[in-house]
């Protein structure tokens, strides 16, 4: 999903990256493992600059991470939801902020960076069993995405299997800017 300029794709043109990159529900399960393990990998890496904010990021690799695990709970949270039976009350519909054609967090991602390795260890572990799960395609049963719109449980995945794995490619970026090595996979 790149952007050009200081203009941000459509929601259409994300959706199509994403179902492109992901394009079968057990494509996206295969891919969210290794991108799962990718990212445990690149939490135990980033300790020796934890609090060091990462050239060209506002973030340090604390932020940064936590940012991507509070996502993937809230997303394995609301995979859990659509994929069940429950009544799905849709939140108000506020398009998401972009500065500089960059996404901006939602207040309810925004890390507070205070929590150690360890403790993203274990709630990234938390998330695998809600996220790494196969979910078919059903627009029946959706709920609203702030820069994608209306989403399905699959699309839901695809979106958290691709932000996990541009949060931790950011974080590889900022560590090789840093002089700390890549995790070894």
Same mark, same amino acid.
């Given at each position: 999903?790149?952007?050009? =300029?200081?203009?941000?794709?459509?929601?259409?043109?994300?959706?199509?990256?994403?179902?492109?990159?992901?394009?079968?529900?057990?494509?996206?399960?295969?891919?969210?493992?290794?991108?799962?393990?990718?990212?445990?990998? &690149?939490?135990?890496?980033?300790?020796?600059?934890?609090?060091? &904010?990462?050239?060209?990021?506002?973030?340090?690799?604390?932020?940064?991470?936590?940012?991507?695990?509070?996502?993937?709970? =809230?997303?394995?949270?609301?995979?859990?939801?659509?994929?069940?039976?429950?009544?799905?009350?849709?939140?108000?519909?506020?398009?998401?902020?972009?500065?500089?054609?960059?996404?901006?967090?939602?207040?309810?991602?925004?890390?507070?960076?205070?929590?150690?390795?360890?403790?993203?260890?274990?709630?990234?572990?938390?998330?695998?069993?809600?996220?790494? &799960?196969?979910?078919?395609?059903?627009?029946?049963?959706? /709920?609203?995405?702030? /820069?994608?719109?209306?989403?399905?449980?699959?699309?839901?995945?695809?979106?958290?299997?691709?932000?996990?794995?541009?949060?931790?490619?950011? &974080?590889?970026?900022?560590?090789?800017?840093?002089?700390?090595?890549?995790?070894?996979?």
């Amino acid at each position: 999903m790149t952007q050009h =300029g200081d203009t941000p794709p459509t929601e259409q043109e994300q959706m199509a990256a994403l179902r492109a990159a992901y394009p079968t529900p057990d494509d996206l399960v295969s891919r969210m493992h290794r991108e799962l393990d990718a990212f445990g990998a &690149v939490i135990r890496a980033a300790e020796p600059h934890w609090n060091t &904010v990462q050239p060209g990021r506002g973030w340090t690799p604390a932020q940064e991470l936590e940012h991507a695990i509070i996502i993937n709970e =809230g997303t394995g949270r609301l995979v859990r939801l659509l994929r069940s039976d429950k009544e799905i009350r849709q939140p108000p519909q506020v398009p998401g902020e972009y500065e500089n054609g960059k996404r901006q967090a939602p207040a309810s991602t925004i890390p507070t960076g205070d929590q150690t390795p360890e403790q993203l260890l274990e709630r990234h572990a938390a998330t695998r069993d809600l996220l790494a &799960v196969a979910a078919p395609a059903d627009p029946g049963r959706t /709920f609203y995405h702030p /820069f994608m719109g209306q989403l399905d449980a699959l699309d839901w995945l695809r979106m958290a299997a691709y932000q996990t794995r541009h949060h931790r490619q950011a &974080v590889e970026r900022g560590l090789a800017a840093l002089g700390g090595a890549a995790p070894v996979r």
